[in-house]
Antibody, heavy 123, light 113 residues
């Protein structure tokens, strides 16, 4: 069955960077976009960006441009999200989610989600 | 950015009764190239990731009970639970994937009356 398994919780100081992983199984990793979505406590879901695991191409929400990098390692079917210059308002649960098929629109619904990783930014 | 606004913010319904959630987008999310509304609905229970219920506004995801249905077009959409069950207590979100950034509604909390 399709699974996305994320790395664990992180605690970071303001100004630091964090790199989260998302390991895919149960399907061909390069056949679907991976997206990242975050959710601060009590807040709505916030889409951050997409990555094509086949090509490595990525697209980011303008809000996160310059601060986010999406990468992947196809040999271990794992996607990564690195967020830099962390601030306290980056404290949130971060999810990876499977999107559409490369070659079609990068904008799509998300049919499988990782379990989420809590990132706490605090001095 | 397309703003997604859900109503109500919370909803208390008796077991077995109908629950309807509304979602309005600030611009049309109908994509003429594929003749589909680029709108999805998710269910999120505490401590869990969102679960896809409905995509393209009205297509039920595999395995989702048929008491869940989606309707609407253009800018106005709704999610209906025809007969509320205890396990349906959750927060429900709509999402537009018409353009970037993909955006979500603020969520509607469904509880048992």
């Amino acid at each position: 069955q399709v699974q996305l398994v994320q790395s664990g919780a992180e605690v970071k100081k303001p100004g630091a960077s964090v790199k989260l992983s998302c390991k895919a199984s149960g399907y061909t990793f390069t056949n679907y976009y991976i997206n990242w979505v975050r959710q601060a406590t009590g807040q709505r879901l916030e889409w951050m960006g997409w990555m094509d695991p086949n090509s490595g191409d990525a697209g980011y929400a303008q809000k996160f441009q310059g601060g986010i990098t999406l990468t992947r390692n196809t040999s271990i079917r794992t996607a990564y999200m690195e967020l830099s210059s962390l601030r306290s308002d980056d404290t949130a649960v971060y999810y990876c989610a499977r999107g559409g098929v490369p070659g079609s629109s990068a904008w799509n619904y998300f049919d499988y989600w990782g379990q989420g990783a809590l990132v706490t930014v605090s001095s | 950015d397309i703003v997604m606004t859900q109503s109500p913010d919370s909803l208390a319904v008796s077991l077995g009764e109908r629950a309807t959630i509304h979602c309005k987008s600030s611009q049309s999310v109908f994509y003429s190239s594929n003749n589909k509304n680029q709108l999805a609905w998710y269910q999120q229970k505490p401590g869990q990731p969102p679960k896809l219920l409905i995509y393209w506004a009205s297509i039920r995801e595999s395995g989702v009970p048929d008491r869940f249905s989606g309707s609407g077009s253009g800018t106005d959409f709704s999610l209906t639970i025809s007969s509320l069950q205890a396990e349906d207590v959750a927060v429900y979100y709509c999402q537009q994937f018409y353009n970037t950034p993909q955006t979500f509604g603020q969520g509607t909390k469904v509880e048992i009356k």
